[in-house]
């Protein structure tokens, strides 16, 4: 009984201490913090997103008024030639047409049809496993359907694939239907005994992982996946069973985005019919955002494109919009795109050859859909017949299965999107031109300097050897940059600008680096850029691109809009510089320390920014190049990538061109995470890089910097 008594009088005391101490707690976790005073200024959430559509809707607003100026046919034609000129530089150069090799693996019969299963390489051992579905009755002048998978892990194993295949094969189609890269059969991050970070990926991330690296590489993934379609028709065209002028496309969600590409750059395609993909970008953007890798072309928005330029770019030749009222990818953009392309086909004189299906249902195959499908390819390849949606037993996974381990990788051992990344990064050198550097940042990254803007001062909070004063300076869109100036009471014109991705918070609390610095009489400028501290809410949340804490679809906006992220904070970077200067404009020397995930953002800025006299750079990505060479790279390091930059520079060139300017390099990683060894470190710097200074520890960042001359 006392011993009770005693546990319950215990358990109010602490009640009593815990609400006495929580508001103190909080005031003293929140003691760095800026923006909670500001009520106005605090709802900034997803505002990098936000800075990147604004982009986006003003490059959007440009294509819109040159579509209003196209009227005739000439108009359009001329507008096509434009559009497929673009959408290859988006794209990027296919590679050359080599022998398919296909080998056919095995064959059923079933039911009146009959199923080749077979592989073919779209490129020298890059194997594509397929199955062609051929009617038993029927083997002369066949149509074609060439059939793209979207985001199942057994590509067109699924049932409600097979459902429509299986249709169209009652129906008097071949249907060509093989497996997207990451999927079915070519499935790249196997699980094996020896346990990996970044394995068993589900679809989309399949794509979006490796693509990642090939966006780093400069081109788009996008080009392999519409490369095997091309490839697939090159393969239809060598059976003696197909109408070479009677071949169709379909697929749905991720086969939507497939069919949609191919048939744009494809003209062999005489009929398409993309399901559950075609929108608009501005409702995309507005919605769920920027896709997985393969749903991203380099540039597409800032090239003046969008997705009805996929549409308008085949008039005449017929095309279906199959749509439903609940997709992820809107209606009302859907709508919008039809209402627009109709135009074109107008122009051709072939209004009917567009037309658009839709039913109210989410993101899914439809019966009604599916039926509309069918008489849509029925009429325009000259096939007509029954458009009912008939039940049919589907094969089994383990009927369709090409290879015999049921992946390409164990039983073939071919390319991987990653292997192809690693071979075009390694066969090609960077050609950086120190004279042309500055140039080539700024059409590379996107970066603008910007005026200085509004600053709000929120604050001084004495210390002991210095002052704490929080600031708000406005960034480069509709947000604002936590500041915080540790100011030293010692006069003194020596100034840091400590750049982490950790926020403000990695120096400044009670006895950290800027303290420290701040109390030796250092200037400390510390302010939280997107994507960290209190910005760090800033990022596309969620996407089917998030991997590891990361959006990668955050990273793919800024490709669409040639506003890289690193662009971004290089500007927000530039700011801060302004405003120091407008603060401090006795100020002789500015130390520029970049940590963490930020260092290539401030190597950039501090390239395009010479105030910057010299630069500390600690525990950040050492090369992009190390992107490309560890299979399984940290996906955390990519939003400070800017994509193709290794074509023209890498990260160390950016060091060189630092020179005189005293450079020191601290704990610098790969791709994968791991230190760089001294050897490797000689080898990815300058040998004539007599500005440079190694440190293996970070703790020697402080004597470095007092050591200033």
């Not at 079933?110 to 062609?132: C, D, H, W």
């Not at 209402?339 to 989410?362: T, Y």
């Amino acid at each position: 009984m006392y011993t009770l008594f005693f546990l319950k009088r215990c358990a109010k005391i602490t009640l009593i201490v815990c609400a006495f101490l929580m508001p103190q707690l909080a005031v003293a976790q929140d003691d760095l913090a800026v923006l909670p005073y500001w009520k106005y200024y605090n709802a900034q959430p997803m505002a990098l997103y936000r800075h990147l559509c604004d982009r986006a809707f003003e490059q959007l607003a440009q294509r819109k008024k040159a579509i209003q100026m196209l009227k005739t046919r000439e108009d359009w034609q001329k507008r096509q030639a434009l559009v497929r000129q673009k959408l290859q530089e988006s794209i990027g150069s296919f590679p050359e047409k080599t022998p398919l090799n296909p080998v056919i693996t095995g064959k059923i019969e079933r039911n009146g049809i009959t199923v080749e299963k077979f592989y073919f390489e779209s490129m020298p051992n890059y194997y594509v496993t397929a199955a062609l579905f051929l009617p038993a009755r029927e083997r002369k002048n066949l149509p074609a359907i060439v059939f793209c998978s979207g985001h199942g892990a057994t590509a067109f194993r699924t049932d409600v694939y097979q459902q429509m295949i299986l249709n169209y094969v009652q129906k008097g189609f071949a249907v060509l239907a093989f497996d997207p890269i990451g999927q079915g059969e070519r499935i790249q991050y196997v699980k094996t005994n020896e346990p990996k970070r970044f394995e068993n990926l589900k679809p989309t991330l399949e794509h979006s992982y490796p693509g990642a690296q090939s966006f780093v590489a400069g081109v788009s993934p996008a080009m392999y996946f519409i490369w095997d379609g091309i490839r697939a028709v090159d393969y239809l065209l060598t059976r003696p069973e197909i109408d070479a002028k009677r071949i169709g496309i379909t697929g749905r969600s991720g086969g939507g985005t497939q069919s949609a590409y191919i048939a744009a750059m494809d003209t062999r395609i005489a009929v398409a019919a993309p399901e559950c993909y075609l929108t608009t970008y501005d409702k995309l953007l507005k919605s769920n955002g920027p896709q997985d890798a393969e749903q991203i072309l380099s540039g597409m928005l800032a090239k003046g494109l969008d997705l009805g330029d996929l549409v308008e770019i085949r008039a005449p030749r017929p095309t279906l919009m199959v749509t439903t009222t609940r997709d992820m990818f809107s209606i009302d953009g859907a709508r919008e795109l039809y209402v627009e392309a109709k135009k074109s086909f107008k122009a051709f004189g072939a209004e009917l050859n567009l037309d658009k299906v839709e039913d109210d249902a989410p993101h899914a195959s439809t019966p009604k859909n599916r039926e509309a499908t069918y008489a849509f390819l029925q009429k325009h390849l000259q096939n007509p017949g029954s458009n009912v949606d008939e039940k049919i037993s589907p094969f089994t996974e383990e009927e369709l299965k090409v290879t015999p381990t049921g992946n390409v990788y164990t039983s073939l051992k071919g390319e991987t999107l990653f292997s192809l990344t690693q071979k075009r990064v390694s066969n090609r050198k960077s050609r950086s031109n120190p004279q042309n550097l500055s140039k080539q940042i700024i059409s590379l990254t996107g970066y603008t300097p910007n005026a200085l803007g509004e600053i709000v001062f929120s604050g001084k909070f004495p210390k002991e050897g210095y002052d704490l004063e929080k600031y708000l300076v406005k960034g480069p869109g509709a947000y604002y940059l936590p500041v915080l100036w540790l100011r030293p009471h010692a006069q003194s014109n020596k100034m840091v600008l400590y750049i982490s991705s950790k926020g403000k918070a990695d120096i400044a609390k009670k006895n950290g680096a800027g303290e420290q610095l701040a109390q030796a009489g250092y200037h400390v400028v510390v302010p939280d850029l997107s994507g960290a501290g209190e910005l760090a809410n800033t990022y596309l949340s969620g996407g089917d691109s998030y991997i590891d804490s990361t959006s990668l679809n955050l990273w793919y906006a800024g490709i669409l809009t040639q506003k890289s992220l690193v662009a971004v904070r290089m500007e927000e970077i530039q700011l801060i510089t302004e405003f120091i200067k407008a603060k401090a404009p006795t100020t002789t020397t500015t130390t520029a320390v970049g940590v963490g995930t930020f260092v290539p953002d401030l190597l950039h800025a501090a390239v395009m920014i010479p105030s910057l006299s010299r630069v500390a750079l600690v525990n950040g990505l050492g090369t992009y190049r190390s992107l490309t060479e560890h299979e399984q790279y940290l996906p955390r390091y990519i939003p400070s990538v800017v994509s193709g930059a290794i074509s023209t520079y890498d990260l160390p060139d950016l060091v060189a061109a630092l020179s005189p300017r005293q450079v020191l390099i601290s704990g610098m990683l790969n791709g994968a995470g791991q230190l760089f060894s001294s050897s490797e470190l000689e080898k990815v710097y300058p040998s004539n890089g007599k500005h440079i200074h190694f440190s293996s520890e970070g703790a020697d960042l402080l004597d470095w910097i007092k050591k200033e001359k």
